[in-house]
Structures are given as structure tokens and as C-alpha cells.
């Protein structure tokens, strides 16, 4: 199957794309789409490259994906790509946004423009047909919002790591002290 699969770069937004946008004392929302590859079909006739097979009570069982799968190299440029023309109709309208897979930010430099942007943000993804995961979403802007594992904070202009993030960092180098050897799957963390 890696012979059929056309891999490209391409470049990710992520906390510092949004930090760029950000004006003195912003505001910021932001967004989640729930199950963001579920929102791309499969063609049926490609459906057959996208299987797999399992042992399920000593048979062979056969699995095909209908939808874009995770573990898919291709599948964060072909969602990515996707989503640039939503991003690029946003920018076109002055929304100031960037975008990673599924998580969305944008940020504007007073409430009553950021109120707008959320809101024409949102209409636009439900338009488009996303759904949204209202429960990781926050649409009404704040002064300290916390995306991909940044927490911003307009009113200092500073930025924070997540206590999570932190507790996950140690965690890994006290398993690597422990180990007394660097694994490279501890480093992907």
C-alpha cells in the first residue's frame, strides 16, 4: 500500500502562527472539530487500499475504512489541506485565524471584533458542514485561553506550558533516568 500513498510536505500551524496574529491586550477563541477526520469520506472505489485484516475467533475478518483513517501518513496533509480553503475564506473576510488539524484559533484586538470573528467562524464551519465539539470550544473571547497545550495570556503578553505538559515532561525524564538509555519513543512524547 506505501506505494500508493503521495506524501507531501506541508506546514502546521500551531501556538507560535496564532502569537503572530495576536495584538496587545487581544482576545482569543477557539475550536474543536469533534472527530475532524471522520468529516472525510472515503470514495467507495478507494475504500479497498484503506483495509485491514484480523484474526476474530480463528477467522480472518476483513475491516475497511469508509472514512479518513488515523495512521494514515497522508491523513494530516490531505485534513490540512482540506481545511486551507476554510482558512483562506477566513483570512479573506479579516478573521484572524490558524488552524492545526482540528483545533482552531483565532484572536482580534477588541471584544466587539472578536465577537464577530467567533461568531463568523463558527457559522462558517457549521455551513460547511463541520461539527463542532462545543465541549473543547470556546467562542466567547477571552484574555487567557489555553490551545494545544499553550496556555496565551493577552492581559501579560506571556505564555505558559500546561501543568500537564509539565507532569508529562518529568514523568518522561525520570522513566529515562531510571532507564539509564534514551528511547526514541519516550522523545515523541
Given at each position: 500500500?506505501?506505494?500508493?500513498?503521495?506524501?507531501?510536505?506541508?506546514?502546521?500551524?500551531?501556538?507560535?502562527?496564532?502569537?503572530?496574529?495576536?495584538?496587545?491586550n487581544?482576545?482569543?477563541?477557539?475550536?474543536?472539530?469533534?472527530?475532524?477526520?471522520?468529516?472525510?469520506?472515503?470514495t467507495?472505489?478507494?475504500?479497498?487500499?484503506?483495509?485491514?485484516?484480523?484474526?476474530?475467533?480463528?477467522?480472518?475478518?476483513?475491516?475497511?475504512?469508509?472514512?479518513?483513517?488515523?495512521?494514515l501518513?497522508?491523513?494530516?496533509?490531505?485534513?490540512?489541506?482540506?481545511?486551507?480553503?476554510?482558512?483562506?475564506?477566513?483570512?479573506?473576510?479579516?478573521?484572524?485565524?490558524?488552524?492545526?488539524?482540528d483545533?482552531?484559533?483565532?484572536?482580534?484586538?477588541?471584544?466587539?471584533?472578536?465577537?464577530?470573528s467567533?461568531?463568523?467562524?463558527?457559522?462558517?464551519?457549521?455551513?460547511?458542514?463541520?461539527?463542532?465539539?462545543?465541549?473543547?470550544?470556546?467562542?466567547?473571547?477571552?484574555k487567557?485561553?489555553?490551545?494545544?497545550?499553550?496556555?496565551?495570556?493577552?492581559?501579560?503578553?506571556?505564555?505558559?506550558?500546561?501543568?500537564?505538559?509539565?507532569?508529562?515532561?518529568?514523568?518522561?525524564?525520570?522513566?529515562?533516568?531510571?532507564?539509564?538509555?534514551?528511547?526514541?519513543?519516550?522523545?515523541?512524547?
Amino acid at each position: 500500500m506505501s506505494t500508493l500513498i503521495f506524501l507531501k510536505r506541508i506546514s502546521f500551524d500551531d501556538w507560535r502562527s496564532l502569537k503572530n496574529l495576536i495584538s496587545e491586550n487581544g482576545l482569543a477563541y477557539k475550536f474543536d472539530l469533534r472527530k475532524g477526520y471522520y468529516h472525510v469520506e472515503i470514495t467507495e472505489a478507494h475504500q479497498t487500499y484503506l483495509g485491514f485484516s484480523w484474526n476474530l475467533d480463528g477467522r480472518e475478518k476483513f475491516f475497511i475504512f469508509c472514512v479518513l483513517p488515523f495512521g494514515l501518513s497522508s491523513a494530516p496533509m490531505l485534513f490540512t489541506k482540506l481545511l486551507r480553503s476554510l482558512v483562506s475564506y477566513w483570512h479573506d473576510h479579516g478573521i484572524k485565524i490558524c488552524v492545526f488539524l482540528d483545533d482552531g484559533g483565532g484572536t482580534e484586538s477588541n471584544l466587539v471584533k472578536a465577537i464577530s470573528s467567533s461568531n463568523f467562524v463558527k457559522r462558517s464551519l457549521k455551513s460547511s458542514g463541520f461539527v463542532v465539539n462545543q465541549e473543547k470550544s470556546v467562542w466567547h473571547p477571552q484574555k487567557r485561553l489555553t490551545w494545544l497545550g499553550v496556555i496565551i495570556d493577552f492581559s501579560e503578553n506571556a505564555y505558559f506550558i500546561t501543568e500537564k505538559r509539565i507532569e508529562t515532561l518529568i514523568d518522561l525524564i525520570i522513566k529515562t533516568l531510571t532507564m539509564n538509555e534514551l528511547r526514541l519513543e519516550l522523545c515523541q512524547k
